[in-house]
T-cell receptor, first 112, second 112 residues
Framework: SQQGEEDPQALSIQEGENATMNCSYKTSINNLQWYRQNSGRGLVHLILIRSNEREKHSGRLRVTLDTSKKSSSLLITASRAADTASYFCATASASGNTPLVFGKGTRLSVIA | KAGVTQTPRYLIKTRGQQVTLSCSPISGHRSVSWYQQTPGQGLQFLFEYFSETQRNKGNFPGRFSGRQFSNSRSEMNVSTLELGDSALYLC???????????FGSGTRLTVV
């Protein structure tokens, strides 16, 4: 069953604009991760944020985590056509030794 | 450093047949997880292996099985294939302490 729920399900923006995707989850977590998937291929790990962190940056990516609201957001700044992909959040349970649970993803289309 | 290798990339099988998928993790990674991805259900966890032991199992019928060898390579087997087993099967390896997964490109299974 899905732990994370991404919002929106699909997002279409122009190149150069910022893209924001949100993820909500249900149970206590150790960390939350974001992955990207290009057109039916394997997932690529983008960034991991631990439960005691509130914000993390990696290049054009900015992730925030609000454990009180059980939510996270992924911001991609200055989007490029190559950012077109599906983005998934995944949660690692606080109880430990359990697999990552993925949401259903946000489909991002960046139009050149 | 070689990535996670999944073979074969594509498979077409007939209902009732069985199939074996293979996954070679990144050298040094002892944890291997398998996921099934379908448009309707998203990414569903199948199994996780660590040092040849199944550490977690998802909510799939007994037709789905797996194993891990001493060199950390893993296989999953699906017997008595059904049309609904058509999916992208993804394998991921990780170092437990980092939690981030590295995924293979997947095996696209089509059951006809």
């Amino acid at each position: 069953s899905q732990q994370g729920e991404e919002d929106p399900q699909a997002l279409s923006i122009q190149e150069g604009e910022n893209a924001t995707m949100n993820c909500s989850y249900k149970t206590s977590i150790n960390n939350l991760q974001w992955y990207r998937q290009n057109s039916g291929r394997g997932l690529v790990h983008l960034i991991l944020i631990r439960s005691n962190e509130r914000e993390k940056h990696s290049g054009r990516l900015r992730v925030t985590l609000d454990t009180s609201k059980k939510s996270s957001s992924l911001l991609i700044t200055a989007s490029r056509a190559a950012d077109t992909a599906s983005y998934f959040c995944a949660t690692a349970s606080a109880s430990g030794n359990t697999p990552l649970v993925f949401g259903k993803g946000t489909r991002l289309s960046v139009i050149a | 450093k070689a990535g996670v290798t999944q073979t074969p990339r594509y498979l077409i099988k007939t209902r009732g047949q069985q199939v074996t998928l293979s996954c070679s993790p990144i050298s040094g990674h002892r944890s291997v997880s398998w996921y099934q991805q379908t448009p309707g259900q998203g990414l569903q966890f199948l199994f996780e292996y660590f040092s040849e032991t199944q550490r977690n199992k998802g909510n799939f019928p007994g037709r789905f099985s797996g194993r891990q060898f001493s060199n950390s390579r893993s296989e999953m087997n699906v017997s008595t294939l059904e049309l609904g087993d058509s999916a992208l099967y993804l394998c991921a390896s990780s170092l437990p302490e980092t939690y981030g997964y590295t995924f293979g490109s997947g095996t696209r299974l089509t059951v006809v």
